[in-house]
């Protein structure tokens, strides 16, 4: 298995696709913060900051935005290329099982895609800091919460655990596509409209049916405590409450359904930031936040998937001959 | 001692029979050439013997290992290949090549010991060329330097003369047959050229329609196919006696009446002396049979 690794390193560092790929990398994350930054001197969001540290940290990690898509397809790129021009053969003539090559082929489309990642995230994050600041305090951009959002340390630790697992996830069903498809032809769709798919699954579900219902609940639930402070709102508080409990119904299957969706769709914690609004009117803050189902619930689907795709493919690959 | 034996070998596509219950006997040190029609079932068994694919059904041994035994993943240590084309990376130089094979393979070249294999090939006035920018004929050759870098004790060739010049096929002609020679490397070798395979092969295997037809060596094709004269008569020892006076030394009876007569001799001449003896002559044939006719015919029988 070393002796596959090595040579995949060799490889890949004299692979010009690579290099360019890190270099576009790069290049889109310095534009964005310029970008950003940009910006910021131009609109007044009234004390929210588009640039940030913690900010440009969370949206790149976001599998389905700008160069998300650029990694799963630079894996199913490269191991497709291992089939075409014949060296998945050599390696099997020169007496490696199947299973080593197909671990090799998944850990080389892992680190692929870990140094396509990092150097996007990390120069987005860095130049995000340097010109934005990075202080939790600072309402920022979150993926897809929208502007004005605050995170905090613990929800940016459990998201970035969230991204690199969703990342696994994905790239372990896109080496388990290329090596099934062994062309790029099918393989490309398929990886699109998996990821298309679920993030958009996450993404509609969450910031437009539970989200909007979610919003209305907490603006309910916060009326209502505030009205509590102060005697005589007895009417106004019994009238919001007939409100909600005429919701409450349809917002439990809401989140019932929204429960479901934190279990089995691997990507629905980084397609869709939940957040909780505390205080009223001109005071709210909108936090992000992840509940601990969608949290565990999220690192098991996970890793359900990856294990899934990864044995999944190894005993296809094992089973099918190689052309 | 055979180093490679397929017992009732069998691959079935779509439920389709391609390789049928195929018995080969490869012998250590040989040069095994596989001959047959396009589709036949060459580059299938090759393909079979080599890992890429899995038999059906029915086994095969290889270094005296089952095709199921987990250590035949050492024994293939051993093993290089060229099945169907060349597999080379062509954003890589020749060396560069190399080099990766040597990687994933486990051995270690110093930069002399790669000039030497690309100077065996002729490719070592190449340097920087990415492999994208060869010619059919430089890849094939580069293919043949990456077979030799595991020092292979066993080579599996399907075609590897496709693409090759005159100059070229000669030199690959030598090149096996010095390895074959000089380092005892037995070779599997398939090729539409059959009379280049004839001038390497010290055995063939004849398929046909996924059938191993015949497995013969050289020396018995040589003899099946040398110029002859057959004659057929209906008494077998008077016709001897009367052509040993003739002068035929070298000759083969057969118990149906048949004499094939490897001697030069004249047909006049043996007509003459058959009538003489008293011989009735039922039936009189010169040939000379190629590689090439003797297994067109095989396959007519066959049929």
Redesign the interface.
């Given at each position: 298995m070393s002796?596959?690794l090595?040579?995949f390193f060799?490889?890949i560092s004299?692979?010009?696709t690579f290099r360019i790929t890190l270099i576009i990398g790069g290049g889109v994350a310095i534009l964005s913060v310029l970008l950003f930054f940009l910006l910021d001197q131009l609109i007044d969001l009234e004390g929210v900051r588009l640039l940030t540290g913690h900010g440009m940290l969370i949206t790149a990690f976001s599998p389905a935005q700008n160069y998300g898509i650029a990694i799963p397809i630079n894996v199913v790129s490269f191991i497709v290329l291992e089939f075409t021009?014949?060296?998945i053969?050599?390696?099997?003539?020169?007496?490696?099982?199947k299973f080593k090559i197909y671990a090799s082929l998944y850990i080389s489309g892992l680190i692929l895609a870990a140094s396509l990642l990092f150097i996007y995230v990390g120069t987005l994050t860095l130049f995000g800091t340097i010109f934005g600041g990075f202080d939790i305090n600072v309402a920022t951009m979150l993926g897809t919460s929208g502007m004005g959002a605050y995170a905090t340390a613990e929800y940016i630790i459990k998201f970035v655990i969230h991204a690199l697992l969703a990342y696994t996830t994905i790239v372990s069903y896109a080496v388990f596509i290329a090596t099934t498809f062994r062309s790029m032809g099918p393989s490309i769709p398929l990886v699109f409209v998996a990821i298309f798919g679920l993030f958009f699954i996450g993404m509609i579900y969450g910031s437009m049916v539970i989200g909007i219902a979610r919003a209305e609940w907490q603006s309910y639930s916060n009326t209502i405590e505030e009205l509590a402070k102060e005697p005589g709102n007895e009417l106004a508080i019994a009238a919001i409450e007939e409100n909600m409990a005429e919701m409450k119904p349809t917002y439990d299957s809401m989140l019932t359904v929204e429960n479901i969706l934190k279990c089995v769709d691997p990507l629905y914690s980084v397609s869709y930031t939940e957040t909780y609004m505390v205080g009223v009117g001109e005071n709210t803050k909108t936090f992000a936040t992840m509940d601990n189902l969608g949290f565990y619930g999220g690192i098991a689907s996970n890793l359900a998937y990856s294990a899934a795709f990864f044995f999944g493919g190894a005993c296809l690959f094992k089973?099918r001959?190689?052309? | 001692m055979d180093l490679i034996t397929t017992n009732e070998l069998c691959k079935s596509y779509n439920k389709k029979l391609v390789i049928d219950h195929v018995n080969m006997h490869i012998p250590e040190s040989s040069i095994y050439g596989f001959v047959g029609e396009n589709g036949s079932g060459k580059t299938t068994i090759m393909r079979l013997l080599t890992g890429l694919a899995e038999p059906t059904s029915g086994t095969y041994e290889l270094f005296g290992l089952k095709n199921n035994d987990p250590r035949i993943y050492d024994k293939r240590k051993y093993i290089s290949a060229i099945v169907e084309t060349a597999s080379l990376i062509p954003t890589l130089t020749a060396k560069q090549n190399i080099r990766y094979y040597e990687l994933y393979t486990g051995i270690e070249l110093t930069e002399e010991q790669r000039d030497e294999l690309l100077t065996k090939v002729h490719l070592h006035d190449i340097e920087g060329k990415k492999v994208r920018n060869f010619s059919l004929g430089m890849r094939q050759r580069l293919a043949i330097a990456l077979a030799l870098v595991n020092n292979p004790k066993l080579m599996f060739l399907d075609e590897p003369m496709n693409g090759l010049d005159p100059e070229g096929i000669a030199e690959l002609r030598d090149l096996l047959i010095e390895l074959n020679q000089k380092d005892g490397i037995t070779v599997l070798i398939s090729s539409h050229i059959l009379s280049e395979l004839e001038k390497i092969a010290s055995c063939y295997g004849f398929i046909s329609h996924g059938k191993i037809l015949e497995e013969i060596t050289a020396q018995e094709l040589k003899e099946r196919c040398r110029k002859s004269l057959m004659v057929k008569v209906d008494k077998l020892d008077k016709a001897e006696k009367a052509l040993k006076l003739l002068g035929a030394l070298d000759y083969k009876v057969s118990p149906n009446g048949e004499i094939k007569i490897y001697d030069n001799l004249k047909i006049k001449d043996v007509v003459v002396c058959l009538d003489a003896a008293g011989v009735e002559l039922l039936g009189i044939n010169s040939s000379e049979e190629s590689v090439e006719d003797y297994y067109l015919n095989l396959v007519r029988e066959g049929k």
């Open positions: 002796r596959l090595k040579a060799f490889k004299k692979d010009i021009q014949g060296t053969r050599n390696k099997i003539i020169a007496g490696h099982s089973k001959d190689v052309k | -």
